[in-house]
């Protein structure tokens, strides 16, 4: 299993960036996908998620309103496009599949694969 993402980089506070992430090679079919970041020293932290039966997306409140997760052409695939970038949303990226039922899909133990992370840094 392989999950991919891609789309990180260099911007400044208010531009947009847009994340993309594939899993591949799941032999049972993913029913969620989500987004986490982590910093040096802290805990990964939950962003965004959705499940693939359906149903609204989630999303941490520091980013509500201006992140979008969405479901691209696979239930495998998602991008998590952001806008108004600030400083604090300067961290790694990670996307994750979950291929099992949890009551709470905020929190990174619901989730069996993981990306190796893509930095994001946004400059003041």
């Known amino acids: 299993v392989q999950v991919v993402e891609s789309g990180g980089g260099l911007v400044q506070a208010g531009d947009s960036l847009r994340l993309s992430c594939v899993a591949s090679?799941?032999?049972?079919?993913?029913?969620?996908m989500g987004w986490f970041r982590q910093t040096p020293g802290q805990e990964r932290e939950f962003v965004a998620g959705l499940s693939v039966s359906g149903g609204s997306p989630t999303y941490a409140d520091s980013v509500k309103g201006r992140f979008t997760i969405s479901r691209v052409n696979s239930e495998s695939q998602v991008s998590l496009q952001m806008t108004s970038l600030k400083p604090e949303d300067t961290a790694v990226y990670y996307c994750?599949?979950?291929?099992?039922?949890?009551?709470?899909?905020?929190?990174?133990?619901?989730?069996?694969?993981w990306g190796q992370g893509t930095q994001v840094t946004v400059s003041s």
């Open positions: 090679g799941l032999t049972t079919s993913s029913i969620g």
């Open positions: 994750a599949a979950r291929t099992r039922y949890s009551p709470n899909y905020r929190i990174a133990t619901a989730y069996d694969y």
